[in-house]
Nanobody
Framework: QVQLVESGGGLVQAGGSLRLSCAAS????????MGWYRQAPGKQRESVAI???????TYIDSVKGRFTISRDNAKNMVNLQMNSLKPEDTGVYYC??????????WGQGTQVTVSS
């Protein structure tokens, strides 16, 4: 059974930083594409950053140069370092895991609030 547990959300002023972490269990972590999605109030969930099993990364345009996704296969963790945060980064951030021939799995989410 896949379990994804996020941590590290909170309230921060614009221009500040937060680091999100996601601990995964129940999967062969190194084989999985991992990522972070977010959902702002009244908006659809969107992909923020993805890192595949080969450590290739993709980012939504609005966070390029500010956010960095990384993975630690030894610890079964994926992290999202968020710098220069903006109020529009506010939302619930969800950890995501997917691999070939499996259904995507999601964490319960962690709230990020950026005040102006």
């Amino acid at each position: 059974q896949v379990q994804l547990v996020e941590s590290g959300g909170g309230l921060v002023q614009a221009g500040g930083s937060l680091r999100l972490s996601c601990a995964a269990s129940g999967i062969i972590f190194s084989r999985y594409t991992m990522g972070w999605y977010r959902q702002a109030p009244g908006k659809q969930r969107e992909s923020v950053a993805i890192i595949d099993s080969g450590r290739r990364t993709t980012y939504i345009d609005s966070v390029k140069g500010r956010f960095t996704i990384s993975r630690d296969n030894a610890k079964n963790m994926v992290n999202l370092q968020m710098n220069s945060l903006k109020p529009e980064d506010t939302g619930v951030y969800y950890c995501y895991a997917n691999a070939w021939n499996t259904s995507p799995s999601w964490g319960q989410g962690t709230q990020v609030t950026v005040s102006s």
